[in-house]
């Protein structure tokens, strides 16, 4: 078989077949789940990372504040610097997270199908 016949032959399979209503329901589903399994998973790690600076950003007000009252500012700094560095590094990691994008609906291969 020549390769334009074999390029022809496929994608008259493709056309025929991959656009099936049912087979491509079934392609649609598990594509949307698969990329709303993702989205989850990025939108989790997201918030993770923002609890976690709201977190340090509360150890640091709370050893500033100790300082303010009089502890001893020598034996606090390490930590503060550490606190610091630890807040600079998740905010530079969420600015680097992909944006939130939102789920695809559940019924797009209907959608899609009705619109063909």
Excluded at 27 to 42: G, L, P, Y
Excluded at 75 to 94: D, F, G, H, P
Aim: proline share 3%; no cysteine.
């Amino acid at each position: 078989m020549r390769g334009d016949e074999l390029e022809k032959a496929v994608l008259n399979g493709l056309k025929t077949r991959l656009l099936e209503p049912n087979l491509f329901e079934e392609f649609a589903r598990e594509f949307m789940a698969q990329v709303n399994r993702q989205r989850s998973t990025a939108s989790k790690a997201s918030a993770t990372m923002r609890s976690e600076i709201e977190r340090v950003d509360r150890q640091i007000k709370r050893l500033v504040d100790a300082i303010l009252e009089g502890a001893d500012a020598k034996s606090i700094n390490v930590k503060l610097k550490e606190l610091e560095t630890e807040k600079a590094r998740l905010t530079a990691a969420l600015t680097l997270a992909p944006g939130e994008k939102p789920r695809l609906h559940p019924n797009l291969a209907a959608i899609y199908g009705g619109a063909r």
